[in-house]
């Protein structure tokens, strides 16, 4: 009904900066709220940054400052601008937005982009 294709993702040396894009497709009707969640290995998913449909944008501390969400309504995209960048950011970044499709109103995942912050 609904996919989601992250791009972006890659290996990069602390302090450097990534920009992160996450495609929707398919039989969409309407998307909301959409966002970024990472995991890092052995640690629970988390929030990193939400949008809504109207542009209110919503951070977690730890990146607040450094990471920017946007979106592109035409183009069903959200972006993730990541400056700054930590050797603590490294996880796996989720694309996830909730929308309606056939009548049908839910959550969408992306597969998923490594982003690996090391020297």
């Known amino acids: 009904q609904v996919q989601l294709v992250e791009s972006g993702g890659g290996l990069v040396q602390p302090g450097g900066s990534l920009r992160l894009s996450c495609a929707a497709s398919?039989?969409?009707?309407?998307?909301?709220?959409m966002g970024w969640y990472r995991q890092a290995s052995g640690k629970e998913r988390e929030l990193v940054a939400a949008?809504?449909?109207?542009?209110?944008?919503n951070y977690a501390d730890s990146v607040k400052g450094r990471f920017t969400i946007s979106r592109d309504n035409a183009k069903n995209t959200v972006y993730l601008e990541m400056n700054s960048l930590k050797p603590e950011d490294t996880a796996v970044y989720y694309c996830?937005?909730?929308?309606?499709?056939?009548?049908?109103?839910?959550?969408?995942w992306g597969q998923g982009t490594q982003v690996t912050v090391s020297s």
């Open positions: 996830n937005c909730r929308a309606t499709a056939f009548g049908l109103t839910g959550d969408y």
């Open positions: 398919g039989s969409i009707f309407r998307i909301g709220g």
């Open positions: 949008i809504t449909s109207g542009g209110t944008t």
